[in-house]
């Protein structure tokens, strides 16, 4: 039975970690390739317009991205199914309306540069992500890795064209993603049209929307704090640092995401599995055995990355952003503790108790805050990657607690190891640069 299940994970994580492996590839061109020719000030405003952006998304969304997938997801009722998406679409519809209104108003007391352009990637953004877990969950998961391989490609491919053809510099990083979100959106839906064709006005009724909004505001608050733990270190880097620091900082967060490359596509196969298992006698066991493989998976590949990517710094960046390399490794550890706690948030998703999901991620955010501000201060761009990585650890640790009253899951050896080998590794890596 084990076998079986674990057959399923690994079909499911090979086609998302596809879609999402070719998306991160390509995407993951821009910032290098782009290092060469932009200033670190330049690098750094962008990166950090990008973060508001994705720091109002929640907001904005509400976050129904989560809610849309997880209803849609459990029921074959094909009514039911017209409810969600049409009340979802219409409240998001209200929403950007909502943005329409006050956008115009903020230009007038704020002067932003490439506010238009802002706005529109917050339009881009949010039906993008609604979208997608649409497909997801009406069409299928390959349609979902498509859609993405298009959004990727097409980014890089529009960047590059703006940038070295037509001299946009940083304009051609905010259309080339404007224009492949919508351009992904059209070629998925454009020949299948059958999420189009359930929108209709007349599926929109408030108890769905009530049930939408029910499982959505919670995680809408966990997002939003997520999303400040994340910003927020940005942000001192700027007011502590300067700009030029917050280029350095966007380039190795750039490349630590590749190690994401893994808690990605196996967060949302795991999404799928562990809804469909949740119920089984022999859960516990099965929860338990995934869990320190991932944890050994991920601990080995933080180790084969940073040292791998410290060898190759040479034909991967400007010699202006060397100083990134040292702190890839930590972000490397940070990555890794927080694949761990998104691994307890699927748990919290199967019983939909969301609620516990925000309290995890407020309490985070909390204990980030006074961490980031004097760990940034006097410590630099490494005080900020470490604040980073307390605050993941303590949010893995308060899930792996937490969930122990519903469904306890038993670390072996093999994670006591992993975590050892991730610690000695760390000493080697930075008595080998200091040398």
Known sequence: M??????????DFAVYGFGILGNRLFVFLLYPVLSFF????????YDLSLETVLFLLPVITLQMRESTFRLLIDTNDESYKRHILTTTFVIEGVMLLIVTAIAPILSIFFTIRHFFLIVLSIYAYSLYELYLQAIRAIYSSKCYVLASLITS?????????????????????????????????????LPRRKIIGSLSLHYFKKKYAKEILHYSIPLMW?????????????????????????????IAQKYMSILLLIGVPFHLAWQETSVKYYQEKDRERYFSDVFNKYAVALCVLS????????????????????????????????????????????????TKQTSKILFSF??????????????TKYYGLMGTVIALIIAYLYLFLYRFFQTKKTLPVRLNKSFYLAMFLLAFGGIIFYYTTSS
Do not use: H, W
């Open 222 to 250: 966990a997002a939003i704090s997520y999303a400040f733990i994340t910003f927020s270190g940005k942000f001192f880097v700027a007011y502590f640092l300067g700009s030029e620091n917050n280029g350095i900082l966007a």
């Open 38 to 45: 932009l200033e670190k000030q330049e690098l750094g405003y």
């Open 362 to 375: 407020a309490s985070c955010a909390i204990i980030s805050l006074p961490l980031t501000i004097f760990l």
């Open 2 to 11: 084990l076998i079986e299940r674990n057959k399923r994970l690994v079909k």
């Open 153 to 189: 490609f097409t980014t890089v491919v529009l960047t590059f064209l703006l940038f070295f053809v037509f001299n946009r510099g940083i304009e051609a990083l905010f259309i080339g993603t404007i224009v492949a979100r919508i351009t992904a959106i059209l070629v998925i839906e």
């Open 303 to 350: 180790l084969i990355f940073s040292f791998g990517l410290r060898f190759f710094k040479s034909f991967l960046m400007g010699a202006e952003y060397y100083p990134s390399i040292n702190l890839i490794y930590v972000y490397c550890i940070s990555a890794t503790f927080f694949c761990l706690a998104q691994f307890f948030e699927v748990i919290f998703q199967c």
